[in-house]
């Protein structure tokens, strides 16, 4: 079978949680969204941090992962996101984030819920690791370890993340790997 079609989405911070409280609508086309991925022009931007007072912290970004087309398979599961190329000079500059569920969900134990405008204290953040987990550590907004395909995907990843920057951090554009300044993230998941 074939490779199933995935997108990455980085929706507003402004999104109102009843625009994403059931798995139907974090699948529809959420106002204001864009697909980002690979190449120019298509990056997450955590906008610029001003170091020069001491640490700072990024924006935070909100991201959705979701399937568009099957490939001809039923499941995708074992998700697994990582900053696979950090280019920061300070041990401190670390990526924070957190899986996030619909509202729809309650209160699950891997993940908190959604929260519209959400900030750096907002979610109980952790920091992303630099290299590939062992296991899965992000988690479909229905709070299973798994999605099922019919065409799409039955539901979506969805994480909050932003960067923390230590002072001293050295100054420049971080983006993919060939800019100089590394900032380059993986996410990885099997199907069948």
Do not use: H
């Not at 507003?12 to 690979?38: C, H, M, N, W, Y």
């Not at 550590?137 to 979506?156: I, K, Q, Y």
């Not at 790997?177 to 993986?186: I, K, N, R, V």
Request: aromatic letters at 10%.
């Amino acid at each position: 079978m074939a490779e199933p079609t995935t997108r990455f989405r980085l929706i507003p911070q402004s999104t109102a949680v009843a625009d994403l409280d059931t798995p139907a609508e974090r699948l529809a086309a959420i106002s204001g969204e864009s697909v980002v991925s690979t190449g120019d022009g298509n990056e997450a931007d955590f906008g610029t941090v001003d170091i020069s007072g001491g640490a700072a912290n990024s924006n935070v970004l909100t991201l959705l992962w979701d399937v568009t087309a099957d490939g001809g398979n039923t499941l995708v599961e074992n998700f697994k996101l990582w900053m696979s190329s950090n280019g920061f000079d300070q041990a401190g500059s670390v990526c924070k984030f957190q899986p996030l569920s619909g509202a729809d969900q309650g209160s699950p134990s891997n993940t908190e819920n959604y929260k519209a405008n959400a900030g750096t204290g907002d979610y109980t953040y952790s920091t992303m690791p630099e290299t590939e987990p062992g296991s899965i550590n992000v988690w479909p907004s229905d709070e299973g370890s798994s999605m099922a395909l019919s065409t799409t995907s039955d539901d979506v990843i969805m994480w909050a993340m932003y960067l923390a920057i230590a002072d001293g951090e050295t100054t420049g554009t971080y983006k993919g790997t060939d800019a100089g300044y590394e900032l380059q993230y993986s996410f990885k998941y099997s199907y069948s």
